[in-house]
C-alpha cells in the first residue's frame, strides 16, 4: 500500500506565494508520474501541474508561468511552488502519483492524497 501525505496549505494574499509538498511512503520501487490536482465545490478535480520520472512536465494554461512543479525521485516526494496566487486558485489541492511500481513489481495505477486547503483572500 501506499500513502501521500501533503502539507504547506493555508492562508495566502493575492498575489503572494505559496509552497505545497507531498511524501510518498509504502512499498514502493518507483513512480511514474507525480503530480497535484484541485477541486472546489461543484467543478470536477483538475490538473495542475505533473511531472514524470524522466523530468518531463505538464501544467494546466491557467497556471502556467506561475507555478512550478519538481520532483526528487530518490525522496518519493513532489512539490508545487505557487507564486503570483489568484483568488482562481483556492481549491483543494491533492497529491497524486501514478504507475507506482512496488518493491515486488508491482504495478498500481493511481494513489491520492488527503488533500490540503489553499485559501486565497485580503
Known amino acids: 500500500q501506499v500513502q501521500l501525505v501533503e502539507s504547506g496549505g493555508g492562508l495566502v494574499q493575492p498575489g503572494g506565494s505559496l509552497r505545497l509538498s507531498c511524501v510518498a511512503s509504502?512499498?514502493?520501487?518507483?513512480?511514474?508520474?507525480m503530480g497535484w490536482y484541485r477541486q472546489v465545490p461543484g467543478r470536477q478535480r483538475e490538473l495542475v501541474a505533473r511531472m514524470s520520472r524522466s523530468g518531463t512536465t505538464n501544467y494546466a494554461d491557467s497556471v502556467k508561468g506561475r507555478f512550478t512543479i519538481s520532483r526528487d525521485n530518490a525522496k518519493n516526494t513532489v512539490d508545487l511552488q505557487m507564486s503570483t496566487v489568484k483568488p482562481e486558485d483556492a481549491a483543494v489541492y491533492y497529491c497524486?502519483?501514478?504507475?507506482?511500481?512496488?518493491?515486488?513489481?508491482?504495478?498500481?495505477?493511481?494513489?491520492w492524497g488527503q488533500g490540503t486547503q489553499v485559501t486565497v483572500s485580503s
Open positions: 509504502g512499498n514502493i520501487f518507483s513512480i511514474g508520474t
Open positions: 497524486n502519483a501514478a504507475g507506482v511500481v512496488s518493491k515486488t513489481l508491482v504495478v498500481s495505477s493511481d494513489f
